[in-house]
């Protein structure tokens, strides 16, 4: 038989494409020839195959061979289908069996040994081969990661020996397996002294998933109250879990399957690109926005980002998907993040601070909080400040506050009577569902109709406010919202009612 087909995964997105790898052995001068919009990385496979099909002990065909990657319209990267194609010439030219290579997709890197080493996007790959009834065979290091899978089998083979010993029906491959998940020790809540209004509204925007923005003078805290909010999370379901894991493998650094249960917390510098924060590159890949998926992406120094760089988040933040558009395809990453931004009140960072110590004009205050965008700055919940404490209160000896454990009690409980509700977090209720889910008794609609009048609210910012006074009901197990639960949620347009001007 001069033709063999093999099973593959193309790396496209969060979905792995399914690739056929035509195997086609004809007469003519020995030649090997790869079609199918390949990159270097996969032309470059002739040699490596080559060699491993020889160090192996088999004879690789003095022919004319075509390797089809097919569909043809897909581009096809890395050295993943180095393996299908070893395997598809052993095949077509009668080395091993054809007809066992229906029931199993291949994904692997060769050595000139004939190695299998890792490549990265296994997951999704994973993912796809489990839906379509098909065994996985990957490289030993991706066997963990792609073990995740659990409604999938997925083999490991150390060499292209191992594999060809497999399909011979001589020995069989052990089944990957998946570490016990483990949970990581993160910072703890307890660490924060004082700072108890800006600790209620993390303990919300944990409740409900609402955007939160931090602002205070330096060192008040402001990074210490962001990196306890994955701590405060409810543990991600298996397909949150899977959703956050596939994007990681896409990433490039791999998974960590004892903790792929984690949320993603990312903490970009401030001097990132728009490309990294939302992804892209010849070859589009996940961004910041999209490795935070299901967890928390944490933007310190709000102001100091390019304003063209944080104007890319505004769709993300209502869609909760990103889509890369090149010319030649599009591809769509998931990007349901819950941001968490810190800023100063002005340039030097003290306006409004007791001290009087700050100096800048209220030109310079003004310049500086225009760097934020109206727009992105109506699409956070929460405007909570962090004033700066006194020494009184930063005492090793002072009283310790609520642990982490003790505030995701709450937080879990009011995130099921959402999840009960709606089947979803309060912050990701449409427009519609806001309005049958936040009914407000009359006298309380006419007070937040009077705090949308003096504050010049928009209609957005107006459906946040019920969005977060749902989720502080929700935290106080009431069916129905309050006014004190109204009074807090519009208490907490911070930026809305104004910050604090410097007084020089």
């Known amino acids: ?62 022919r004319r061979i075509t390797v089809n990657l097919a569909p043809a319209d897909l581009p096809k990267g890395g050295g993943r289908f180095d393996l299908p194609i070893a395997l598809g010439i052993l095949a077509a030219s009668g080395q091993i069996p054809p007809e066992a290579l229906g029931e199993y997709e291949f994904l ?34 991706n066997g963990a990661e792609a073990a995740l899978v659990s409604e999938g089998e997925t083999r490991t083979a150390r060499t292209l020996l191992e594999v060809c010993a497999m399909l011979s029906g001589h020995k069989s491959l052990p089944r990957a397996d998946a570490p016990a998940p483990s949970r990581r020790v993160g910072p703890d809540l307890a660490d924060v002294r004082g700072q108890a209004h800006a600790r209620r509204a993390l303990e919300v925007a ?26 405060l ?21 791999g998974v960590d399957a004892s903790l792929w249960r984690e949320r993603p917390f990312r903490s970009p510098h ?35 980002w390019s304003r063209r760089t944080l104007e890319v988040l505004r769709e993300p933040l209502e869609s909760g998907t990103v889509t890369i558009a090149r010319a030649a395809r599009s591809v769509e990453f998931p990007a349901r993040f819950q941001l968490v931004a810190a800023m100063n009140p002005c340039p030097c960072g003290w306006a409004g601070d007791p001290s009087g110590r700050c100096r800048c004009s ?22 909570v400040e962090v004033p700066r404490l006194p020494p009184s209160e930063l005492r090793p000896d002072a009283a310790p506050s609520e642990n982490s454990d003790t505030v995701r009690e709450r937080v879990v409980a009011a995130r099921e ?36 009048d003096t504050l010049h609210l928009s209609a957005r910012s107006m459906h946040r406010i019920l969005r977060v006074a749902r989720t502080i009901a929700d935290l106080a197990g009431s069916p129905q919202i309050q006014t004190t639960h109204l009074s807090e949620a519009i208490g907490y347009r911070r930026v809305d009612r104004g910050m604090p001007l410097a007084t020089a």
């Open 1 to 62: 038989m001069n033709l063999a087909l093999v099973h593959s995964r193309a790396r496209s997105g969060i979905r792995a494409a399914p690739v056929r790898v035509e195997v086609h052995l004809g007469g003519g001068l020995p030649s090997m020839s790869i079609v199918g919009l390949p990159e270097t990385a996969v032309r470059e496979s002739r040699e490596r195959v080559r060699a491993a099909i020889q160090c192996a002990q088999f004879e690789f065909p003095a």
């Open 108 to 141: 692997g890197e060769l050595g000139l040994t004939g190695e299998l080493r890792a490549v990265d996007a296994v997951l999704p790959a994973a993912l796809a081969a489990a839906q379509a009834g098909r065994k996985l065979v990957v490289p030993p290091a």
């Open 206 to 231: 944990a409740a409900g998933g609402h955007h939160l923005l931090l602002v205070g003078p330096p060192g008040c805290g402001k990074t210490l109250l962001a990196s306890r909010l994955p701590g």
């Open 233 to 253: 999370l409810p543990v991600a379901s298996d397909a949150e879990a899977l959703d956050s894991a596939a994007v990681a493998s896409l990433g490039g650094r």
């Open 270 to 304: 401030h001097t990132a690109s728009a490309v990294a924060l939302v992804g892209g590159g010849a070859e589009p890949r996940p961004g910041e926005i999209s490795m935070a998926h299901n967890g928390v992406l944490f933007l310190d120094e709000l102001p100091e």
């Open 362 to 383: 209220p030109d310079m205050v003004l310049n500086y909080r225009a760097r934020i965008s109206g727009p992105l700055m109506d699409r956070i919940d929460l405007h």
């Open 417 to 452: 009577l959402q999840l009960a509700r709606s089947g979803k977090a309060n912050a990701h209720l449409s427009q519609a569902e806001t309005g049958s889910t936040c009914r407000l008794a009359e006298t309380d609609f006419a007070l937040l109709e009077r705090a949308i």
